[in-house]
């Protein structure tokens, strides 16, 4: 099973951070890799077991449950119903932690996932740089303003 861990420090205080990234169907709102995004047959976007279907900017699209949202430890949960990315049993955590003593946010992002022995070191390099890594990134120079 892959690994893939990213983290970062963003700054601005947790609560703020998670206004942003709580709703599952905000990603076009805060990642540069997203064109849109739509919750499927209209439920709420912080139903457990609601899916997100997106598109990306590069025209690829896919579709995400949500398994877990917890306001009190501010993360989710989520795994890839549908990918062009070629990856099986793939579960991702969000989570924000409280840095008290600056009032940052240390977030991270994490997925484990099956591949092709062959394209795993490919999937595992192009996940952290390009979806987690890059959406941090964009996260912190939101909130750098």
């Known amino acids: 099973m892959a690994k893939v861990y990213c983290s970062a420090v963003v700054p601005a205080n947790a609560s703020a951070v998670w206004a942003v990234v709580r709703d599952f169907n905000a990603l076009p709102n805060w990642t540069p890799f997203v064109a849109e ?9 912080d139903q457990i077991g609601c899916v997100r279907n997106f598109r990306l900017k590069d025209g690829g699209r896919i579709r995400e449950r949500l398994l877990a949202l917890s306001d009190y430890e501010m993360s989710f949960e989520y795994s890839i119903l549908e990918s062009p990315m070629g990856v099986e049993n793939y579960v991702a955590t969000f ?51």
Do not use: M, Y
Not at 113 to 141: M, Q, W, Y
């Open 37 to 45: 995004s739509r919750i499927e047959q209209n439920r709420p976007s």
């Open 95 to 145: 989570r924000l932690i409280p840095i008290t003593d600056v009032d940052h946010t240390f977030a991270e992002w994490s997925a484990e996932f099956d591949a092709a022995p062959e394209r795993e070191d490919d999937l595992v390099r192009s996940i952290g740089n390009n979806v987690f890594a890059a959406g941090l990134t964009a996260l912190k120079a939101r909130f750098a303003r």
